[in-house]
């Protein structure tokens, strides 16, 4: 019975996610609407199936959307996302890089400013380079920390200003240095499927005739900001996007002088950020072929209660 339960609301997570992930904010409200009336069997057309065993206090609370909570295991329960940061980790620390996004109530508000307060009172931070735990940080660190663990590309998207880079970046440099290699690239209008394919051998060692990957014992992460930047060429397609499409669908690309294929293996995960207003822009500008493999989440600037 309890497997059952637990069962459900990974379900019901997954369907969050998967389906709702890239919505808008305005698609979002409509979609939250759709999940609850489903769930509580008010919706006559597409009734509750007949083996739904969630209860009443099973179901999302009704403060919120669907999308501000993440199911736990020990209880059985929705959780806000930032209340599934242990104590250690939402510590600020003096070097954190990442602007500071909302909260989701007074209460965690307040908890939250009288930690920056206490910080100013003990060091020297400044407003800059804090970084403060709210569900949006933790709720991209969790799907960040999820994918990476099991080596699946995902992409962010999302207005400019959400913290999609500065977030990923900060979560990037706080992993065991004896087990990941970060590598950054920052595009550009005249990045270079040359330049790319420079900057991510340069992280890279020859391990055999014709493979390459970081130290032995490491994995190689690829971090790439603002993915839609580089110039398409005539025919419209963005040569560094190719060639990271290239070696996420292959494993492989090819020697710049002598054309032999170069295969490159425990690199762990791509993980691009794309800035737009919506994250339905993002298929006017970047190939369909290269977002297909991408776990996708859009970050959107919140629910209209936020402002209730």
């Excluded at 509580?40 to 083996?51: C, F, L, Q, T």
């Excluded at 920056?116 to 060091?123: K, M, P």
Aim: hydrophobic residues 40%.
């Amino acid at each position: 019975m309890q497997s059952s339960v637990w069962l459900q609301f990974c379900f019901i997570f997954s369907t969050v996610w998967g389906l709702g992930g890239t919505l808008t904010a305005e698609g979002r409200d409509l979609f939250d609407a759709f999940i609850r009336s489903m769930l509580s069997g008010s919706n006559k057309e597409y009734p509750k199936p007949k083996g739904f065993k969630l209860n009443k206090n099973q179901l999302f609370p009704e403060k919120g959307t669907i999308f501000d909570y993440i199911c736990d295991k020990r209880t059985n329960m929705w959780l806000f996302w930032i209340d599934t940061l242990d104590r250690e980790y939402s510590k600020i620390p003096p070097n954190a890089k990442v602007p500071m996004p909302r909260c989701l109530s007074l209460k965690q508000n307040l908890r939250i400013w009288f930690k920056i307060i206490i910080g100013f009172l003990n060091c020297s931070w400044q407003v800059s380079e804090l970084i403060i735990p709210t569900d949006e940080t933790a709720r991209q660190m969790f799907f960040l920390r999820t994918y990476l663990n099991n080596g699946f590309p995902v992409l962010f998207v999302g207005p400019t200003g959400t913290g999609k880079s500065a977030i990923t970046l900060n979560y990037l440099m706080s992993m065991p240095k004896d087990k990941f290699i970060p590598n950054v690239i920052n595009f550009s209008a005249r990045t270079t499927a040359n330049q790319t394919q420079d900057i991510i051998m340069s992280k890279v060692d020859r391990r055999k005739k014709g493979f390459f990957g970081p130290p032995v014992g490491k994995k190689g992460v690829v971090f790439v900001d603002d993915l839609s930047i580089p110039q398409k060429e005539i025919y419209g397609a963005q040569p560094p996007i190719e060639l990271l499409r290239q070696w996420i669908d292959h494993g492989h690309w090819y020697d710049k002088k002598d054309t032999t294929t170069i295969n490159l293996i425990d690199l762990a995960s791509l993980l691009p950020s794309y800035s737009q207003y919506s994250s339905i822009q993002v298929q006017s500008a970047v190939n369909y072929r290269f977002r297909f493999p991408f776990a996708a989440f859009g970050e959107c600037h919140g629910s209209s209660w936020w402002w209730e």
